[in-house]
């Protein structure tokens, strides 16, 4: 892929997602871009919004409410003529400079429900004054104190095809001054006390505060970009090591010992991401500490839910528990043998049938 799309922006949008992410620097924020598509497929961003009504915010999650957002694009559209872009959002100090496994499930999810292929994402990181990721982190990443020499870079995402992810290069093209948008906000209805919340500005001018990033292309991948072949698909290979060779090492007569996680962020793009990208569910994530990390997967209608904790043995992650819950009932997982521990691909789809079962 070669196209290259520019992803215009007034300054006063800019500024407005800076203070938002500086104001919530242990948990993910985030709100809407709204504007217009131009010949060319670019996209040109009016306004972007805070958070606001029915909004659940985590530390690596965020859920904005539908019905803001339906209100929202329903009044943008019958007052200015503008149209939904897509999102905004910050991975604040986790280290995690892409969208992750969740954002592209969205993205894909909100293609099919409203078939709109083009999407345009902005993500936000903290970053030191120089630009660099941080080098001295906690053992919890996100926990992290706000920092005197901090600035937010804010990097454009574009998917020319929402539905298979596919993803064009980005570069970010600066309007100076205020969005006409922006200052004329005010005219649109909205449910009493939302308005305030989601349209307040920037307290003062932040351009010293954030560095705008660029991105680069990705290929489609997800279950639209295997329509042309979809009967058989190859069984993913574990993550690292097979479990002959753990049931090969000293001391694999027990469980494995817990042992601090050194880096959560990296440990959940390589050993988690993948099993989520390839079923194709989203997950909540609940840090349990600075060993373990609980993966929350929801059945239908939320009737049962699928727990699967995550642990590090200081060489490589396992299984340290699993089950799934319905109402007042549990089915756990029981390996038979240490070495089921590190067969996380199959931990986890264990964990999904049980989940369809309920």
């Given at each position: 892929m070669t196209d290259h799309y520019r992803i215009r922006i007034y300054e006063s949008e800019l500024e407005t997602i800076c203070a938002e992410t500086f104001e919530?620097?242990?948990?993910?924020?985030?709100?809407?871009?709204?504007?217009?598509?131009?010949?060319?497929?670019?996209?040109?961003?009016?306004?972007?919004?805070?958070?606001?009504?029915q909004v659940v915010r985590g530390e690596t999650a965020l859920e904005l409410d539908p019905e803001v957002a339906r209100v929202m694009e329903s009044g943008m559209w019958a007052t200015f003529g503008l149209q939904s872009l897509g999102m905004w959002h910050s991975h604040h100090w986790i280290d995690l400079f892409q969208p992750s496994a969740g954002d592209l499930n969205r993205v894909r999810g909100l293609a099919a429900k409203a078939q709109r292929l083009r999407h345009v994402e902005i993500l936000a990181n903290f970053v030191r004054g120089d630009g660099a990721a941080p080098q001295q982190r906690s053992r919890l990443p996100w926990r992290r104190e706000p920092s005197g020499d901090a600035v937010v870079r804010l990097t454009p995402f574009f998917y020319p095809d929402a539905a298979t992810s596919e993803r064009a290069e980005a570069s970010f093209v600066t309007i100076p001054g205020e969005s006409p948008v922006r200052k004329e906000a005010a005219r649109l209805r909205l449910p009493a006390g939302i308005g305030a919340d989601l349209l307040r500005e920037a307290d003062s001018p932040a351009r010293s505060r954030y560095q705008l990033g660029t991105s680069t292309a990705r290929p489609a991948s997800g279950p639209a970009a295997e329509r042309e072949d979809p009967p058989v698909r190859p069984a993913p290979e574990e993550p690292r090591t097979p479990a002959a060779d753990v049931a090969a090492r000293p001391g694999a007569a027990g469980d494995p010992r817990l042992e601090p996680i050194p880096d959560p962020a990296a440990f959940l793009e390589e050993y988690l991401?993948?099993?989520?990208?390839?079923?194709?569910h989203v997950a909540e994530l609940h840090p349990m500490g600075d060993a373990l990390i609980r993966v929350v997967v929801r059945g239908h209608r939320h009737r049962a839910n699928f727990l699967y904790t995550l642990g590090w043995d200081?060489?490589?992650?396992?299984?340290?528990?699993?089950?799934?819950?319905?109402?007042?009932?549990?089915?756990?997982?029981?390996?038979?043998?240490?070495e089921e521990r590190y067969l996380l691909q199959g931990v986890f789809l264990w964990g999904l049938q049980e989940l369809q079962g309920q």
């Open positions: 919530h620097q242990d948990i993910e924020t985030g709100g809407s871009l709204y504007g217009l598509f131009s010949h060319g497929g670019s996209a040109t961003v009016f306004l972007a919004t805070r958070p606001a009504g991401n993948p099993l989520l990208v390839r079923s194709g200081g060489r490589y992650p396992f299984v340290w528990a699993a089950c799934v819950q319905a109402g007042r009932r549990s089915v756990e997982w029981s390996p038979r043998g240490p």
